[in-house]
């Protein structure tokens, strides 16, 4: 018997939801935008020890148990500083185990006993006393030829992942791909442009990487117009190893649209080593513009998702580095902050900008009003910490009367753990159809329209509003 | 049978919905604040072709389709620059119709539907291919006489109805109205005073209109006083149409209370054209405290609606003027913007101060625990981008517990679309019969003190909050 | 046969609700925050008429009253000016019950109902025509021994209850209680300690209160480590009356590491009269840091609630003074303002600082990242314009993704109503019930972990993270 797992218990609206549902469950799934680390497909390698796979990877595991004393060291994230780490597989799984009740409540559990009983057929209650079981069972599954990479991206019926690469990135793994069969334009894995390292002047090291993206294309980046060559030049190499979109992760939601002499002395400033806090935020917000223009030419969806604060915690960053749980969100403002972009590019229909938040007390007063005004603008799902049930209904009862449907892209996992993709899609799926049911079971929308709707938002809209149905881009 | 729309699925509430809904659902209608244009009931003239009433002037239905590259002037939204517009009625009610899954789960699908069915008569689901056959069945009910407006004010069972008129209006269509027995003090249709375009320097033209004003009213408008002398005698005529309210949209819900020399100075600097921002924000801050002054003396109720970041959209503004949907709301603040009226006047019995929001993330927060702790103050129902069944649901949930239901007015359909204010009164008493539904069945309130409250949300409330049962006004 | 009340109407998980409500139904009450007057248990003398018991000294009661016009004069409310006041309990009774119509929906509403019910038995129907009789069952059951307050604290299953006193408070009160077996450390009504007044120099008569701090430990607390000694040594003697925490109730959630010398400077310019009121905000920011670290010396927990614009209904403070009602809630940032405290001790675990919000539109973007990614941080539950069951749903609905239900502290009633204290904690173990109903309903948690889990919030997570289960500190 399929689950009802998510499903309203309400039976009326309970069989509405499983009936809408059902359209969308075998739909393949749509991945344009992720952190899968392309090796793994390209080398098509076993994967290591279930504590490797699922727990030592995932922040939304390691800092729930930091947030309860229990250190990352413990659990086998590596550390930048030397500090020696647990290594032993199933040592870090059992502590893991130990403390599975404090996940109670969060998406994470959801996605790790589904991930169990879906991918690896292991349904075993998860408790200190199976803890072995369990991973004996799932070290298991992963010797077996089915579950190499590539074997599972088949079973998990995945039509198309993006990864996401910087653009000092050489795209090897991508060439390989390629290669293969696998990758390159309209292909199965495709990459992602994401040049925040070398525009983003608060990261460390970034004029050094503005140096390399110099030598990489040959143009002279300490000129604003070499810069801006050298960035067009990369854009070309991800869109030939198949990339149709950027993305672009920034404190704030600010643009601005400077002269080509402003943004030059911010450049100048920045490889100077004299740029303030606020003269990086306006390259930042400056090049957003550019990323805009170049977006018109070049046809890249442009991916935005602002507002959280990187390596809020110290300790933790200075001991295991960057990505490892210790961001944290912070109020973000896009009524004014848009406004230059929008002013240049807001009503041109050749343009797609993808906007994320952090922040939902956003949703029914900026994001959504500016969706449903903009041709340009759409809204990715609910991201991050807000990827999880009830924000994703939240996001669907607060946008959904201002912006409709239809401007909204449907589910993106935005995951680097490879293994839980198809059931981040499936939540996802689940939790549009019990919206929708609520809509069908108070007479709001009749159900051959929702039927069409739960599509839309599991397949089509994904697939047409990235880009990957490979149609000619639009004319002005 | 009677329609569910909107009750909620479980048979437990669903019955207790449906029983208070009935006590509601034939309340005649109050709508004590709107934007009809008067000429429409003062004429009495039949109403021109479907597309021209219902989807031409609506901008949250032509905002929707400029959101997916549609532009206005394919729906016939007049131009501002000369460009040409289409001004076939039946092509722009195609090209709708082609879009028309574009407002899944929106309200305006909801009115409109509604409107067809309880309005028109009209039942046939609207699709491409029947895009005509509802034309035409319209079409044909708007050349009836029982289909002019005052036929259809007596239909929709309104009891008053307020419009809003600039101080710089003659009120002749008011005045046309009165000598046929519709207008005037206690009438049927009033109208309601709104000087923002003689008070907010930052709109183009304002010195003019205050020039203007003064020749209207013979008074000195270049001195602060002449200009406070030509409002209220503005005030008293609009008094003598009938009005019970003042209206005021500002980008913020900052007050002042200044000196009479600090107002002085900020006027002759607007005057001389060398007014800041920051002065044109004083003035309006500072005005908001004159007005209430003057609603204690006169009587009006003062509404205010901040929150609107007006003409966002560069290009629609440039094209097609203000008010056709390219408004996008910021955050707002009232906690410290509202201190220096409510230190004035806060806990005054005369004064009757109805706050609006487009930020439902100040419910909580800011708007319940101020008016439930100011003599003052009351709560507008959900405005605008808010107007809907989720927003009206998250209004009473979020602002019931702190502010009751009895420092909250009642809905207000704040609507041009004539055709649309029985359907959207509908929406709202039914919001307001599930959530008082939800507290009988979850024994949180006896089902005859909630069917009191339906008609307390739905009749008495707006009546008397706004004075529209003409009782003296208080005294301190 | 036992209440529905706040159960959900759908069969399925009101049945869910119901079982899992049994199991916190009947766990002692722990309550580790409120403000109880000491001197009612120490004293244990009768209770005073019903109105002066639950009527005069609750703010949410009074307040609302005034925002309909109601002056609190006419409810008893002591004034600070000698203006007069009603004292007449029944009339003061009478004119409460004359307006009850106002609380429908509020929690208020629900306490007081309950309280009627549950602690005095009395269940006629509140009405004007009823206020005498209930107001004469009230008076009736006050006047008999187990109505007591010793007698009640038994009957309401109390297992622990923190006051609240400042630094300069002798702590009499409990040295009586200790004396008569209650009090002391491990007793059953211990104190808080609760600087605000000694640290806040934008409270009048700061500079004399630090100076008595002074005469009251022998240190000279002109110096900024004098002043540090004289609080240290305060600590240690609320720590023997029972402190096991510390509350501060700041204007913002800002912390900062000073130096020594600016901190001294700080303390300097407060006493000369001459701090600026960033100067003030700066002192309580440095001072929030200072008491983490003495927390971390001598284990007390650290609340933080942020968040009140005290006094912003000036002339109700004028009239009325402090804590009657004239608080209003603002914005309230935690991300940036709480990271100095985080940098130095965040992941520490012999801290534990509780954070409490007025404002929810936190819940998802900062608080629960923050406590879902920080050793020394948990979340105190919806707290007074919050602490109802709405809110208590939005709560759990928003944090628990991200934070789990383990980095929550549990319901603390924060109450001056001591016969109020059972049926809040009884409304925070229904909202508590239903939404892990909704989780077991939904196939998102077993039942026998909800079960758990219940008994967790109920009990077992307040009494340990507030160290009432007298464990060792832990150690670095």
Same mark, same amino acid.
């Given at each position: ?128 006393? +199976? ?31 993006? +990864? ?52 990489? +294309? ?228 009749p159900l051959d329209e929702a039927a069409e709707t739960i599509v839309d938002l599991a397949y089509r809209l994904p697939k047409r509003i990235f880009r990957l149905d490979h149609t000619e881009k639009e004319t002005a």
């Open positions: 018997m399929p689950s009802d797992i998510l499903f309203p218990s309400d039976p009326a609206q309970r069989g509405l939801a499983r009936e809408l549902y059902a359209l969308a469950a075998d739909q393949p799934i749509i991945s344009p935008h992720g952190h899968v680390d392309p090796a793994i497909l390209a080398d098509d390698a076993p994967f290591p020890d279930p504590a490797r796979l699922l727990i030592v990877p995932d922040h939304y595991l390691t800092r729930m148990l930091l947030s309860q004393g229990v250190t990352p060291a413990r659990l086998g994230v590596p550390t930048v500083n030397g500090e020696p780490v647990e290594t032993d597989g199933r040592a870090i799984w059992r502590t893991f185990v130990d403390h599975w009740h404090l996940y109670r409540g969060t998406p994470s559990r959801l996605w790790l006993e589904r991930t169990f009983e879906t991918v690896f057929g292991v349904t075993t209650k998860l408790r200190p006393d +199976t803890a072995d079981e369990v991973y004996d069972a799932i070290a298991a599954k992963l010797a077996e030829p089915a579950f190499r990479p590539r074997a599972l991206f088949e079973t998990f019926n995945i039509e198309v992942l993006a +990864t996401t690469e910087s653009p000092l990135d050489d795209l090897h793994h991508h060439a390989k791909l390629a290669a293969d069969g696998w990758g390159g334009p309209g292909g199965r894995v495709i990459t992602t442009f994401r040049p925040d390292n070398v525009v983003d002047m608060d990261w460390a090291g970034w004029a050094d990487r503005v140096a390399h993206l110099g030598e990489l +294309t040959g143009e002279d980046t300490t000129t604003f117009a070499g810069y801006l060559a050298a960035l067009r030049q990369r854009r070309e190499a991800f869109i030939a190893a198949g990339a149709t979109s950027s993305d672009h992760g920034h404190p704030t939601a600010r643009t601005l649209n400077l002269t080509p002499a402003e943004a030059e002395a911010l450049l100048h400033r920045g490889l100077a080593g004299e740029a303030s806090p606020l003269d990086a935020e306006a390259f930042r917000a400056h090049m957003l513009v550019e990323f805009a223009r170049m977006s018109i030419e070049d046809g890249l969806v442009l991916q935005l998702h602002p507002g959280s604060v990187r390596n809020h915690n110290a300790w933790l960053h200075a001991t295991h580095g960057r990505d490892v749980g210790g961001d944290i969100p912070h109020a973000t403002e896009y009524t004014h902050a848009l406004a230059p972009l929008l002013d240049a590019y807001g009503n041109d229909p050749r343009l797609r900008v993808v906007l994320f938040t952090l922040d939902e007390y956003t949703f029914s007063r900026e994001l959504a009003p500016l969706a449903g005004g903009y041709a340009a603008l759409f809204l990715g799902p609910p991201w991050w910490f807000l990827d999880s049930p009830e924000a994703m209904r939240r996001f669907r009862e607060s946008v959904t009367e201002t912006a409709g449907f239809y401007n909204t892209t449907g589910f993106v996992d935005d995951t680097r753990a490879f293994c839980s993709i198809p059931v981040r899609h499936d939540v996802a799926r689940r939790v549009d159809a019990a919206f929708l049911a609520r809509l069908v079971a108070e007479d709001r929308l």
